[in-house]
């Protein structure tokens, strides 16, 4: 079994910048992709990035292109997600995930094995 820790996020004013970071753990981790969801109060769990663990390929919400970008090391086995001019909107918790088979839809919740136990984003106006 694989385990996902969130860190990273917290209170910042809209305009500003934060890094997500997505810890596994586990006596194996080699995933065919990770991905990052985030889930508003009264909202579906919402696609937001994804890469591909062996070749790093990624895919992005069309609301998050140009400002986001996700990234992983897998000599450390971490996902990051860079957030750059954050919008109130954008207040969520936010999860990472993993898949442990090839795919090609991985912009649904439902692609993913594994979810870590999130962390709140909130920006404030």
């Known amino acids: 079994q694989v385990q996902l820790v969130e860190s990273g996020g917290g209170l910042v004013q809209a305009g500003a910048s934060l890094r997500l970071s997505c810890a596994a753990s586990g006596r194996t981790f080699s995933p065919y992709a990770m991905g990052w969801f985030r889930q508003a109060p009264g909202k579906e769990r919402e696609f937001v990035a994804a890469?591909?663990?062996?070749?790093?390929?990624?895919w992005y919400a069309d609301s998050v292109k140009g400002r986001f970008t996700i990234s992983r090391d897998n000599a450390k086995n971490t996902v990051y997600l860079q957030m750059n001019s954050v919008k109130p909107e954008e207040t969520a918790v936010y999860y990472c995930?993993?898949?442990?088979?090839?795919?090609?839809?991985?912009?649904?919740?439902?692609?993913?094995?594994?979810w870590g136990q999130g962390t709140q984003v909130t920006v404030s106006s």
């Open positions: 890469i591909t663990w062996s070749g790093g390929s990624t």
């Open positions: 995930a993993a898949r442990d088979d090839p795919s090609w839809r991985l912009q649904t919740k439902y692609a993913y094995d594994y």
